[in-house]
């Protein structure tokens, strides 16, 4: 069975066509923004699948919050994206394309794809975070995704670790991704220099002697690993898998491990917490790996 694997986010669209195993072939990439005349993004995800032939089913990874039993977005904040909330990705796919169609949230997919192909391979119960524009979560627990009450659990980046604090997107005060999301370790850098515009910046080997700079690092570590601590404490798991451009930069999922274990109770200390090794298919494997687990 041939199934097209999608993953859709704010920045770019990736698709690839996988199999049974998650050997993924024929992988592009697309800009999200609109093109030509096309006037929504499932104009652009239709024109994207159009150019693919050969598939039997449709597995779909895409930010927002997602009800995956009927394959709509059920909220999406993000501006790269516009009128995206209540789109019902299942029932038009399947209409344009005469194939089967499944529709997770992004994190889930790539905590599927973590667990079953790359660094969750060997635990039962794990969280996953990726860090980026904000913070999303994923919990799986006894092999199998938690989604809790309406299949929209594990919105880790809304908790609360500064009361009354910094003014999230979500209109919260103090949110977890308002401290220790990528772009508010950038945000923080800019203050010093606006030429640190992105993590591959901020940690360039020429600025590893820019104290200020290193500061910044050293404190958004601290705001990342104080909500891992509090999510180990509540949640007890295996291993924490982390994910996210910004995590790939040497010895940093190492640094914020350490300080994860100065941070938490002795009695968590065997937790893991690791890189997450699928790197930017790990979406599309979960999407694949969704279809195949249901039908």
Not at 115 to 124: C, L
Request: with cysteine.
């Amino acid at each position: 069975m041939n199934i097209l694997a999608l993953d859709i986010g704010g920045t770019s669209i990736k698709a690839g066509v996988s199999d049974e195993r998650g050997n993924l072939k024929d992988f592009n990439e697309y800009p999200t923004q609109l093109s030509g005349n096309q006037k929504n993004i499932v104009e652009k995800i239709k024109a994207i699948i159009a150019d693919y032939h050969g598939f039997d089913a449709i597995g779909i990874s895409t930010a927002g919050q997602v009800n995956s039993e009927e394959g709509y977005i059920i909220y999406y904040a993000n501006d790269n994206i516009p009128n995206y909330t209540g789109t019902s990705l299942k029932d038009i796919l399947e209409e344009q394309f005469n194939v089967p169609v499944e529709v997770e949230n992004d994190v889930n997919a790539a905590a599927l794809g973590e667990k079953y192909f790359g660094a969750g391979k060997k635990y039962e119960n794990f969280l996953c975070l990726t860090f980026g524009t904000g913070i999303g979560g994923a919990i799986v627990l006894g092999s199998q995704l938690y989604k809790g009450h309406r299949g929209i659990a594990a919105e880790f980046g809304h908790m609360i670790t500064h009361p009354n604090g910094r003014k999230c997107p979500c209109g919260r005060l103090g949110c977890y991704e308002t401290y220790a999301s990528t772009t508010a370790l950038v945000s923080k850098a800019k203050e010093i220099n606006t030429d640190f515009m992105n993590g591959k910046v901020i940690f360039a080997e020429e600025n590893k002697i820019h104290f200020e700079l290193q500061k910044v690092i050293q404190e958004w570590i601290f705001e990342v690993s104080l909500g891992l601590t509090s999510l180990i404490h509540i949640f007890n798991p295996s291993a924490i898998i982390i994910g996210g451009g910004v995590m790939e930069q040497e010895d940093l999922v190492h640094m914020v491990s350490l300080k994860v274990k100065e941070l938490i109770m002795e009695s968590f200390s065997d937790v893991v917490i690791t890189k997450a090794s699928l790197g930017n298919k790990a979406g599309m494997l979960g999407a694949a790996l969704l279809h195949l687990q249901k039908h």
